[in-house]
């Protein structure tokens, strides 16, 4: 028997598959991960395809030496899907592996090992005398049993613990990383299920399998009726997987699982260290835990009979992979769940505008909730006028009306939100006096200031426009681009709030290990607070004590520069309001704006998505953007910029070329440089395209295909459908 064996699947830019001889002893399956001679050297690499003869000259093949592993990482569903993922997104076998094969053993990736410290239990024995900073450290220590070296010598003298641990007062260890990455107390709940969460579930079970769009308002409880229909699935010996947004990864939801399906549990985030990650791919690997919990990638767990995939928040962008390999984790788990005849359910209070149109298209069941869980009303929405506060004098980032709302909360020993989405802050200026943001003249989108040659542009249809120094609307010169950030925030809140305890949540203060778990426990214990953040705040958590959601500048995310901008501002203030009054509290928004008037505003203070989504899908159907065309970007980067312009001219010339033959599959083409010229030391060029639905497969086969032909060590391409970001 012969094996064709990828090698070498995380550097090359190309899949190196070579023809090897497959002794029978080994007994070796399509997945496994084989050692093999490679020039001099033994190497790794997995089996692509088992045959019986081999095109080459079988004398010069070498044998597989053996397997690593006592399992396979491919298995009849992760091979279909893996030519799925080669179809859809242009991915090579190598990258395919590199979503199946857990990264701790692809990467070689050494244990981590701490050391560890704890008093020496005979220490009364040893008739030594200390000095008050060694008693100190001891007294500590018989407090706490055991703690990091590091930690130690964080809080006390070095020297001192040197001393105690060469005279054995102290005793040091090693151990492998702390492997268990939450460890939190569980609470249990006894929960009664609504008639709308019992409706729900009624429509799940009589439907089954199917897909399903879960349409419920913010605390309607679509928590629990996850829960119900995972233990269903869980009876019928099944198993589950829940996506939630990275950053929705939140405590409560933890708890919430965790107490009512305890071991059976993995959990799959980028959180985790590389040892974690790898002990829960095993628990699910070998069938301990049959629920995975996870972001993104958690959509590629080793899970087999699947009875049911959920994604929460299933509008959040997270669930798109933009660098490579490159996929959306939607229709990776509408594969999945089709593969294992499975129930594939997306739940939001914002669906997505391309998901609700499917939804009312017929292709999701629709079921909703329009009543938060409790029967709490939704929190009332105050909308302030920015414009209005700064002429009657009041400069400051807060409206008299966020902070006497905000003195009340603190009063009435509640806590706030604070939100700010820094996203794009300075991707678009505005006239300080009456509002305007610049736009294209041919594309709904705000323009985006380019400050290296002075040019206000549009990255949808590449058109240039001066910048403007004076309003076109009002004449005014006080035109300013956006920029405040949730540092000054937290700093402005601290001097017109002393003594209150304020926490911060961004990218900044989460870069440890599990510290934005931490962030939110501290908050929740404490009483009045104040959490200050970005988008980061706004999805998933429930908090039980916040009244009050302040949000400074609601036009950050609106007028960032992209079609789905609107829809996106829509879905992160719905959210963002529907943190505040989740449980016992009433909830109170202030919605602080420059553009009061905005259409979406009025939506998400009147809780109209209907409204909302009645315009907006109005809007693509006349414009022809999704969900009534495909945008595939064509982006090919390179560090020699004349190496990448060669490539995107040669490959607009057959794109061109492409577009002669199917005049009608295109509705737009052009080429230009990227919003982003150069990234990375990369120099970045594009090609934009609007394509028709009914005619674009063939068209995108054909464009990857270009786009293999051209392919060359100088110059990264990709081929991007639907991509959510284009910058
Ligand atoms: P959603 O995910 O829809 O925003 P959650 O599932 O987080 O909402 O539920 C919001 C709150 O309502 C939570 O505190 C939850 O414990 C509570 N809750 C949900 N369903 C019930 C129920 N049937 N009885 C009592 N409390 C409930
Ligand atoms: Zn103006
Ligand atoms: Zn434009």
Request: aromatic share 10%; net charge positive.
């Amino acid at each position: 028997m012969f094996c064709e064996v990828i090698v070498d699947i995380l550097n090359s830019q190309v899949d190196k598959i070579f023809d090897y001889i497959l002794p029978e002893e080994l007994k070796l399956k399509v997945g496994q991960r084989v050692l093999v001679p490679f020039a001099n050297r033994k190497i790794e690499g997995y089996i692509l395809k088992i045959k019986e003869a081999s095109e080459l000259d079988s004398s010069k093949l070498k044998s597989v030496i053996c397997s690593l592993d006592d399992f396979s990482y491919l298995n009849d569903e992760t091979i279909n899907l893996m030519e799925f993922l080669i179809k859809t997104y242009n991915l090579r076998y190598a990258d395919c592996l590199r979503l199946f094969v857990p990264n701790v053993i692809r990467k070689n990736v050494k244990e981590k090992f701490i050391k560890l410290v704890s008093l020496n239990p005979e220490i009364e024995n040893l008739s030594l005398k200390f000095n008050e900073k060694q008693k100190e450290i001891i007294d500590f220590l018989k407090i706490t049993n055991v703690i990091g070296l590091s930690e130690l010598n964080d809080k006390f003298s070095q020297s001192s613990i040197k001393t105690l641990i060469n005279k054995n007062a102290l005793k040091v260890f090693e151990q492998k990383e702390n492997r268990k990455p939450y460890n939190i107390k569980l609470e249990n709940k006894q929960i009664t299920l609504t008639s709308q969460q019992q409706n729900a579930i009624k429509i799940i079970k009589e439907n089954t399998p199917n897909k399903f769009l879960l349409f419920g308002v913010t605390a309607s409880g679509k928590t629990e009726v996850y829960i119900q229909v995972i233990k269903d699935v869980l009876n019928q010996g099944k198993t589950a997987i829940l996506l939630v947004p990275e950053i929705g990864l939140t405590p409560q939801l933890f708890k919430r699982f965790s107490s009512v399906f305890g071991d059976n549990i993995a959990i799959l985030h980028s959180g985790l260290s590389q040892g974690e990650k790898l002990d829960e791919w095993l628990k699910i690997k070998r069938g301990k835990s049959r629920v995975v919990i996870g972001a993104r990638s958690a959509i590629f767990a080793p899970l087999e009979n699947i009875g049911v995939i959920i994604l929460d928040e299933e509008h959040d962008t997270s669930y798109y992979s933009e660098t490579n390999p490159r996929y959306y984790a939607k229709e990776v788990a509408e594969f999945r769940a089709k593969f294992n005849k499975a129930n594939l359910i997306l739940g939001s209070a914002t669906p997505s505008i391309e998901t609700y149109y499917n939804a009312k298209n017929k292709d999701y069941i629709l079921i909703e909730m329009k009543q938060r869980a409790l029967a709490q009303k939704l929190p009332e929405v105050f909308i302030v006028d920015m414009l209005s506060e700064i002429r009657r004098g009041n400069a400051s980032m807060f409206s008299k009306l966020l902070q006497m709302k905000l003195i009340e909360c603190i009063n009435r020993k509640e806590q706030a939100l604070i939100f700010l989405n820094r996203r794009g802050f300075s991707s678009f200026i505005r006239c300080l006096d009456c509002g305007y943001i610049p736009k294209c003249e041919d594309c709904d989108v705000s323009l985006v200031y380019h400050k290296e040659d002075e040019k206000l542009k549009c990255h949808y249809c590449g058109n240039r426009y001066k910048v403007i120094n004076k309003c076109p609307v009002c004449a005014s010169n006080n035109i300013k681009l956006g920029a405040i950030g949730t540092e000054q925030v937290v700093e402005k809140l601290k001097e017109i709030l002393p003594n209150i305890p304020v926490f911060r949540m961004d990218n900044d203060t989460t870069t440890n290990k599990n510290s934005h778990i931490k962030i939110i426990e501290d908050f929740n214990n404490t009483k009045p607070a104040i959490l200050v953040g970005t988008q980061m705040i706004a999805k998933g958590h429930n908090f039980n004590n916040v009244s009050l959601v302040g949000i400074i500048d609601a036009d950050l995310s609106l007028h960032y520069s992209d079609f789905r901008a609107t829809d996106r501002a829509f879905n992160l203030l719905t959210q963002v309001s529907g943190r505040a009054g989740r449980t016992n509290l009433e909830g109170e928004v202030v919605l602080q704006t420059y553009t009061p008037k905005h259409f979406a505003y009025n939506c998400v203070s009147t809780y109209d998505y209907e409204k909302f989504y009645a315009k907006e899908i109005n809007l693509r159907k006349v414009t022809s953007f999704p969900p009534f065309s495909k945008i595939v970007r064509v982006l090919a980067s390179s560090e020699e910029e004349l190496a990448v312009r060669e490539f995107i001219t040669e490959f607009y010339k057959k794109v061109l070329e492409l577009k002669t033959e199917n005049y009608t599959d295109f509705i737009y083409l052009d080429v230009m440089k990227s919003p982003v010229k150069r990234a990375k030391k990369q120099y970045r060029y594009q090609i934009l395209m609007r394509l028709n639905l009914n005619t674009s497969e063939k068209t995108i086969e054909k464009l990857f295909e270009i786009s293999r032909e051209l392919n060359n060590k100088l110059v990264q391409c990709f081929v991007e459908i639907d991509p959510q970001n284009l910058s």
